[in-house]
């Protein structure tokens, strides 16, 4: 054949052949070892080794380099993390974390793509999650208690997702909503003294009560306290820490600065100016200075006016910038905190050529957060010295510069239960030494208030309230020194000094605290839909399955946020189900959450029809908001249909769904064996609609198990059916075990069924099979099914068709509570359409580079969930209708490229070997053969991957082709339908 076109042998056999240079680094299976010198192997160890996370410069490049060093984590990143959290019951991290930060469920949402509800869930019980999620020492908090810190890949890193989320919300510019109080006790006045951490979060539960005049007074020209003087720019921006600043101010909160506590105003004038409250939370202005280090030196400074000099220089605290101190050479620093360490890493930057850092505690016993001490020693080249605290320095006489300190070396002694000098010391030379060992309170100003010895506020450690009545503190002045503690101070003050108002008010509280979550614009988007005359709340409900297997659990579920429940198949006598016959889908091999579907067996419901219909009735009195829909079954006969229905009926459902789609009855007539009839469902369909009130809405249930749905579909339609159910389970096998029995394997015979699928894997089934009913009759109601486990999956039901949404799978991969975040997630999606500033967003992840507008853009009209059914319809056709013309081709942002070849080995496999893979690099090239089939975008575990149209000709390759009136398939020259 091919020498009837006259090419040469050696012609043939090179158009057959491959580039093998250009797949040299592709994989292939071993035949042999390789033989490397151990020489080689370093070489080649020493040119790859790279640290993924973050760069590590050399020291020298870090003079005057502010820039944060702990940028936020990428979007896959997030995900990959978030999927490895187990999201447990009760979860113990919530308990690790000072604020009672709801963890488990900001990282779901994070999970789900529900970035505004993770960060809403944060701010609702720490209104400084941003701050909080930089510098928490998360590895002696929440971390500590995670049950995945001895598992491989240690706990959860719920520091870094929570700055993840924080940041995208600050992103979005969501104005933030309080509900107003009518009444005049939440008038009254209220002073906050301090701007840092504890007032902020004080203020903002306060201004979240509804109370209106809050002020709060701060020493310094600039607001924000401690964070803002005493943390480095490259530690933890202060553009950040501005915005948390600016959240607060929002919700009405005065700021007032240039006013010190002591010298402009009192306790006692704050109360005599008509404050009925006040709240302290200031800080401790004095450092700790041993007595053998008060001996002022010009090269010794504490770290609290060295910082604060850094950080008027470095940040724009003011409208005039400082001038940042001068270092050189080599840099002791004493202590063992954060604060050491934000000093050590300020002293490079400052010039110091070496920095030692000093501590008087072994590492396990330190301060500071582990991630501290890793960067310190290898992200900022710190020399540490545990176990040896300063006990002498030496002075130079003539001009007084400390040149050396003595560092007294202690073991722990078991007896004793304290550290013991062991008789050796070390003297280190230096030409700076600064001075880390914490703060005091000053007494003077705090007065009359009671103290304790170490110059704290006596509290309450309950209520955080004072010797005096009406005066509340909380963070460094009542001994809590790190951030989220204080925040958390605070937040227990702000209920207290609540009902210390009120009680004064003679309004009642209630006796259990109740702070009111964060509210923005999103939760006054209405997520309602109406269909066939029945009004949802919102249009997420649960199907006929597990999840409304007793009128209890539709009850708690109610109670968390579902808009409706279709009860578990009700038929004449109740059934016996085998067991076990629920088991997790073998897309893959992982156990726990983030399951991609499941395969049951589970039958109809074992409760008596009379159970279900004193059932219906008490959630009807109970829930009259809610919607019941009843699901009924019977064998194919009109006499038994017509019983069920009009027995079900008569206890008042919204609606009726008639299950003519379980995969697994087995018996026919019944189930889906009726389903794949288009007469039977039809005959059903009339059968019960004549029986029960033409008011009575009713719903068939339909089987994907069938050559065409939309056949199905119109069957229910002409029985008189007001809407179907689009999907059940897809009938299916799951798993065979080696030794060839099929689980689960019941009873002695080890037999199993043909089980029905469920979860994200039936989705793209789903989608299609409602979007070709809604196209085929675009008026017939549709209440969608299959593999919804996100509001953005949610929305994508909607957009095929679906005018409300039954989930199983996701609950039972989850529990009850994920509908909160469907419900946000839905509401945020439909505001983030409001907002032309944000049309370029992918769903609530902001485009690279996006940058918000100076002021916060106002919404057009949020559009509603009616509005978004089946509008991607009109895009959805059929291959032969698609533009040839519009070809594109990939391009690889290498910058954000993990050099892992998976587009590389995937392309040429797989794909029309368009990737090159260089060698020196492992950074992907794509090639003019690229004909975009969309396969490497697919396989990119970075989302580096991208498609632009194609600037140079469309050029298949076609092989063979015919010097004559040979025409091959689908060649540029012939039609393509």
């Known amino acids: 054949f091919y020498f009837a076109f006259g090419m040469q042998q050696v012609e043939v056999e090179a158009m057959f052949g491959y580039d093998k240079e250009r797949l040299a680094q ?57 999927e490895r959290c187990l999201k447990c019951a009760d979860a113990p991290c919530s308990k690790g974390c000072p604020t009672n930060v709801d963890i488990k469920s900001f990282i ?38 995670c049950n995945m810190r001895y598992q491989v890949g240690n706990a959860i890193e719920i520091g870094r997702l929570q700055q993840f989320a924080c940041d995208i919300f600050h992103k979005m510019q969501i104005p933030q909503v309080v509900e107003k109080q009518s009444c005049k006790s939440y ?34 020209p600039f607001t924000g306290g401690l964070p803002s003087f005493s943390i480095p720019q490259f530690r933890f921006g202060y553009e950040q820490y501005a915005e948390e600043v600016a959240m607060t101010r929002e919700l009405g909160v005065k700021f007032v600065t240039g006013k010190r506590l002591g010298t402009d105003f009192t306790i006692e004038s704050l109360k005599r100016e008509g404050y009925a409250c006040v709240f302290v939370g200031v800080g401790k202005p004095k450092p700790f200075v041993p007595a053998f280090l008060q001996e002022k030196a010009p090269n010794m400074h504490d770290w609290r006016v060295f910082l604060e000099e850094v950080a008027v220089a470095t940040k724009k605290l003011t409208s005039e910038q400082g001038k940042l101190p001068q270092l050189s ?113 000053d007494r003077e100003p705090l007065a009359p208030l009671a103290l304790l010895p170490n110059g704290t506020i006596k509290i309450d450690s309950t209520t955080n309230a004072t010797s005096l009545p009406y005066v509340f503190a909380g963070g460094d002045c009542a001994g809590s020194v790190a951030i989220v503690e204080a925040v958390n101070d605070a937040k227990t003050a702000a209920w207290f000094m609540h009902r210390f108002i009120q009680e004064q008010a003679k309004n009642a509280v209630p006796s259990v605290p109740r702070l009111p979550i964060m509210r923005t614009a999103v939760d006054n988007v209405d997520i309602s839909v109406d269909m066939c005359g029945i009004h949802f709340i919102n249009p997420y409900g649960l199907s006929s399955a597990t999840p409304t297997g007793c009128v209890d659990q539709i009850w708690r579920a109610f109670e968390m946020g579902w808009g409706f429940a279709v009860l578990k198949t009700i038929v004449e006598a109740p059934i016996t189900n085998i067991s076990p016959r629920i088991i997790r889908a073998p897309s893959h091999r992982k156990s726990g959450p983030n399951q991609d579907g499941f395969q049951n067996i589970e039958l109809l419901t074992e409760k008596t029809l009379e159970y279900w219909v004193q059932g219906t009735r008490v959630l009807k009195k109970n829930f009259p908001n809610h919607v019941i829909i009843a699901s009924i079954m019977a064998p194919a006969e009109k006499e038994a249909w017509e019983k069920v229905a009009k027995d079900v009926a008569a206890a008042g459902p919204d609606a009726l769904e008639l299950n003519l789609s379980c995969p697994h009855v087995g ?21 019960v609609r004549q029986a029960v009130d033409p008011k009575l809405p009713v719903f068939v249930k339909l089987t994907p198990n069938i050559t065409d749905i939309v056949d199905i579909a119109a069957a229910a339609k002409a029985g008189g059916a007001d809407g179907v159910t689009a999907i059940n389970t897809v009938a299916g096998l799951s798993n065979i075990r080696s030794t060839g029995i099929p689980y689960p394997a019941v009873g002695d015979t080890q037999k199993t069924a043909y089980g029905g699928v469920s979860g994200n894997m039936i989705r793209p089934i789903a989608l299609r099979a409602v979007s070709r009913i809604r196209k085929a009759f675009p008026d017939l109601p549709i209440l969608g099914v299959g593999g919804i486990d996100s509001a953005d999956a949610a929305l994508q039901m909607l957009h095929c068709g679906a005018s409300v949404i039954q989930i199983t799978s996701a609950i039972q991969d989850q529990d009850y509570s994920i509908v909160d975040e469907l419900n946000n997630g839905l509401k945020t999606l439909l505001y983030l359409k409001s907002r032309p500033d944000l049309a370029q967003w992918s769903g609530q992840m902001p485009p690279l580079g996006f940058q918000p507008a100076a002021q916060k853009p106002a919404p057009t009209a949020v559009p509603t969930v009616a509005s978004q059914i089946g509008t991607s319809v009109p895009y959805i056709s059929v291959v032969p209708e698609l533009d040839l013309n519009a070809q594109v081709r990939a391009q690889v942002d290498t910058a954000k490229c993990l050099r892992c070849g998976k587009c590389y080995m995937s392309c040429n496999d797989t794909g029309y070997c368009a990737i090159q893979f260089d060698p020196q690099t492992h950074l992907p090239q794509i090639m003019d053969e690229c004909m975009g089939c969309g396969l490497c975008q697919s ?20 092989g063979i082709r015919n010097p004559g009136d040979m025409v091959l398939p689908f060649d540029e020259n012939q039609q393509h339908h």
């Open 187 to 220: 008038a009254v006045k209220i002073a906050l003294v301090g701007s840092g951490p504890a007032s902020l979060s004080c203020a903002t539960f306060l201004a979240r009560l509804g109370y209106t005049d809050i002020t709060i007074f701060e020493e310094k």
């Open 329 to 441: 050479g080599h840099v002791l620093v004493l202590g063992g905190g954060d604060v050491a360490y934000d000093t050590a890493g300020t002293a490079f930057r400052l010039g110091a050529e070496r920095v030692t850092l000093a501590f008087r505690e072994d590492f396990p016993s330190m301060p500071c957060s582990q991630e501290e001490i890793l960067r310190g020693m290898f992200h900022e080249h710190v020399d540490l010295i545990a176990n040896a605290p300063p006990v002498s320095v030496t002075r130079d006489e003539a001009t007084g510069r400390v040149t050396s300190v003595v560092l007294q070396h202690k073991d722990w002694n078991e007896h004793l239960g304290m550290r013991v000098p062991t008789g050796q010391t070390t003297t280190v030379k230096c030409d700076h030494v600064l001075v880390c060992f914490g703060a005091q309170a």
């Open 108 to 145: 779901h949402a994070i999970s789900k793509g529900d970035y505004y509800h993770a960060a809403r869930v944060i701010y609702s019980d720490n209104p400084l999650g941003l701050t909080c999620g930089v510098l928490c020492s998360t590895s002696h908090q929440c971390q500590q208690t």
């Open 26 to 82: 592709h994989p292939a299976p071993k035949t042999s070892c390789r033989v490397r010198s151990t020489a080689a192997a370093r070489d080649e160890r020493r040119a790859w080794s790279k640290i993924v996370s973050e760069e590590v410069a050399p020291v020298e490049t870090k003079a005057g380099d502010f820039t944060p060093v702990k940028p936020r984590i990428t979007e896959h990143e997030a995900i990959a993390e978030s």
């Open 939 to 958: 396989v990119c575990p970075a989302e580096c991957i991208t498609y632009v149209r194609k600037t140079i000709p469309h050029k298949p390759k076609r």
């Open 667 to 687: 018996r026919k007539g019944f189930g889906m064996l009726a389903g794949q009839s288009p007469e039977l469902v039809e005959q059903i369909t009339r059968w």
